[in-house]
Every structure is written in structure tokens, then in C-alpha cells.
């Protein structure tokens, strides 16, 4: 198993002007694409597939500094140290796709003094090498950004499961905006880019709430989707 661990760029001020933001369309998409969107996209770039290049199996999210788990979830056949093939993913029928692509988090409001982040995302890389696996996060309030991250994984062997851990450091938020998202749910927003080779392949979205004071709680799937 690897492990990788880069440090992210991240930005409490919004982004260069990107004019009318995509919804897909069959374009392809670059790094700097994204990096220029300052409010979320209204839809997904790249379509759900089922065979993607990349598929995660555990992702865990806690408080760095004192090791409070927010949210933790994995595949139930990772225990046993099988995967299922990547081409084997199949969306039930009357499932929309984009459903398993989409988080809900529950998080509660202490999530929101947590000067640094760590994340461990656990995932498999299909039958061919991932040279490059790159990530950039675009953090919104509504329509204002308010954190990005990007990280870089680096080379992926073929068929092998690598863990990739992360650690945001975490602007501070402004007490009127940190009041704003307790108090409005879901209004808080992200876009998960990833790049195999600077193509964008996949693109994952979240909504956030801050209300609840228990760990954390989500609504999602793990998987692969996108293109």
C-alpha cells in the first residue's frame, strides 16, 4: 500500500472572473479551468461511468490536532481484502447515477474552529498506470468562495490500492460568514475536481451543515463516476 501526503494551496478569497459557468457539454476541462470557477458548477463536467480509472473504497475525515473522527466510511469488502473490479460497478436500476457522487455531510459546528484538517482517502487504480493524480476542492458559501485546495498523489501502479492522505490548513472564517453557515444548511458547497494527467476524469460534489453537535453523519456513496 502507498501512501501520499501533499500539502494543499488554499485561498480564502474568491477566484478570477470565469464568466458563464459550464455544465459539461462534452468539453474537456484543465486544472486552470477550474481553478478560474468562483461559484459551484449548476451540474457534473464529465459524465458517471462505471469503469473510471480510479475508484475509492474508505475516506476518513478528522480534527488533526486531536484526533477527532468527523466522518468515516469504506467499502464492506475492503475488511476482507478484495476488491470488486472496477469494471463490475453497476447503479442499480432507478438509481440516478449522480447519486453516488454526491455527499451529504452532517458535521457539527466545532467542525468550523478546526484550524487543520486531515483527510485518508483509500483508493484503487484500474488496469492502467495513473501517472499523475491530482485533486482540486472549490470550498462556496452560495455563490462565494471561500476555500480552494489542490493536491498531488503522483504515480499509481496498475490494480494497486494506495492510501492518500491530506491535511488542509484551513482559513479562518469570518464570524458573521461561520454564523451564516450554521444557520443556513446546505448552502455550504463543494466541487471535487480529479485529474489523471491534467484530463479531468472525474467530479464529485458535497453539501455541508454545521447544526448538528454529534460527530458526523452522511448521506452518499462510495465509488467511482465520472469520466
Not at 47 to 67: C, E, M, N
Not at 157 to 182: C, F, G, Q
Given at each position: 500500500m502507498k501512501s501520499g501526503s501533499k500539502s494543499p494551496s488554499a485561498s480564502g478569497s474568491a477566484a478570477s472572473s470565469a464568466g458563464s459557468l459550464p455544465s459539461g457539454g462534452g468539453r474537456t476541462y484543465s486544472p486552470a479551468d477550474v481553478l478560474k470557477?468562483?461559484?459551484?458548477?449548476?451540474?457534473?463536467?464529465?459524465?458517471?461511468?462505471?469503469?473510471?480509472?480510479?475508484?475509492?473504497?474508505?475516506?476518513?475525515?478528522?480534527?488533526?490536532?486531536?484526533?477527532?473522527?468527523?466522518?468515516?466510511?469504506?467499502?464492506?469488502?475492503?475488511?476482507?481484502?478484495?476488491?470488486?473490479?472496477?469494471?463490475?460497478?453497476?447503479v442499480p436500476d432507478g438509481l440516478d447515477p449522480d447519486m453516488l457522487r454526491t455527499v451529504n455531510y452532517d458535521f457539527g459546528a466545532d467542525f468550523l474552529d478546526c484550524a487543520t484538517v486531515s483527510t485518508s482517502l483509500v483508493f484503487a487504480v484500474g488496469a492502467r498506470p495513473v501517472s499523475t493524480f491530482r485533486m482540486i476542492e472549490r470550498h462556496y458559501f452560495g455563490d462565494q468562495l471561500i476555500k480552494s485546495f489542490d493536491f498531488t498523489f503522483g504515480f499509481g501502479?496498475?490494480?494497486?490500492?494506495?492510501?492518500?492522505?491530506?491535511?488542509?490548513?484551513?482559513?479562518?472564517?469570518?464570524?458573521?460568514?461561520?454564523?451564516?453557515?450554521?444557520a443556513e444548511p446546505r448552502k455550504t458547497m463543494a466541487d471535487s475536481f480529479y485529474f489523471v494527467d491534467d484530463k479531468l476524469v472525474m467530479h464529485h460534489k458535497a453539501t455541508f451543515e454545521f447544526s448538528v453537535p454529534a460527530a458526523a453523519a452522511a448521506v452518499g456513496r462510495l465509488g467511482g463516476g465520472g469520466e
Open positions: 470557477f468562483k461559484k459551484p458548477t449548476p451540474g457534473f463536467l464529465v459524465p458517471f461511468q462505471t469503469s473510471p480509472p480510479v475508484q475509492f473504497l474508505a475516506f476518513t475525515i478528522k480534527d488533526k490536532k486531536s484526533g477527532h473522527v468527523f466522518f468515516e466510511t469504506k467499502r464492506p469488502d475492503l475488511n476482507a481484502g478484495t476488491v470488486v473490479p472496477l469494471a463490475d460497478l453497476v501502479i496498475p490494480h494497486s490500492v494506495n492510501t492518500w492522505e491530506s491535511v488542509y490548513e484551513v482559513p479562518p472564517i469570518d464570524k458573521k460568514l461561520r454564523a451564516k453557515m450554521i
